[in-house]
């Protein structure tokens, strides 16, 4: 199944290669002045990409805090069997495309900064019912809630990141940075198992970790500049 899902991606990657023109920003770009080097570009926006890598952290906290071990903590602290942690995953992934196509689309008119504030602030009440719940019913309920939140925060971000970067590097800033956090945030898995083993409550490291990446986010957003609607041939905040 795996292997299979290379022949779609490589079909994609040469219709996009032969048949996609580039955007007239690209052209317009490089006829008015030679191409910047990306290391170049990156390097006079380091603040910019420090700033980027710690969002993009806590981003990667937010999510992977509260989806990987979740199946785990429903198997072995609730004892559920496969059907019962089936149907929670397939309702709380109902909420992340939810959340993502509502509050990206929010954000189009109430800012890219104040929608992730108040959609990660949000998740801060529904951490108990998530995390603390005894029934599969209130359990899914909270999942539901959660990647609501969740996926809504990240619904932004595509936007989001792009608008930050610099024009020059718009193709680079984005992936880069996105990836940078995402590597700082894989130790959440053996974080959140260890806290876990020695609390003996896996409800604990799910609390902390998703509470600790909300609040970070919403902290690193209310100090980020917002540049929602910026035009995308101009150099963007530093």
């Known amino acids: 199944m795996f292997m299979s899902g290379v022949l779609p991606a490589l079909l994609l990657i040469a219709y996009i290669f032969f048949c996609v023109p580039e955007s007239q920003h690209f052209y317009r770009r490089q006829a008015r002045s030679p191409a910047a080097s990306t290391f170049s570009v990156l390097r006079d926006h380091w603040k910019m990409a420090l700033y980027a890598i710690a969002l993009m952290t806590c981003y990667n906290f937010f999510s992977h805090g509260t989806q990987d071990i979740y199946p785990t903590f429903l198997q072995v602290q609730h004892h559920f069997g496969p059907a019962t942690v089936?149907?929670?995953?397939?309702?709380?992934?109902?909420?992340?495309?939810?959340?993502?196509?509502?509050?990206?689309?929010?954000?189009?008119?109430?800012?890219r900064r104040r929608t992730v504030i108040v959609i990660a602030l949000l998740a801060l009440p529904v951490v108990g019912l998530w995390a603390f719940s005894t029934t599969a019913g209130m359990l899914a309920a909270g999942a539901f809630m959660m990647q609501f939140c969740v996926q809504g925060a990240w619904g932004v971000v595509p936007a989001h990141l792009n608008e930050l970067s610099p024009a020059a590097a718009r193709g680079t800033f984005p992936g880069t940075y996105y990836q940078l956090g995402n590597l700082i945030a894989s130790v959440n898995a053996v974080l959140q198992t260890a806290i876990a083993e020695r609390t003996g409550n896996y409800s604990i490291a799910l609390a902390v970790v998703a509470a600790f990446a909300a609040l970070s986010i919403a902290a690193l957003m209310k100090v980020g500049p917002e540049a929602h609607g910026i035009v995308m041939e101009r150099p963007g905040p530093v």
């Not at 089936?86 to 189009?108: D, R, W």
């Open 86 to 111: 089936k149907n929670v995953a397939v309702i709380y992934n109902i909420g992340a495309i939810a959340g993502g196509l509502i509050f990206g689309s929010i954000s189009q008119n109430f800012g």
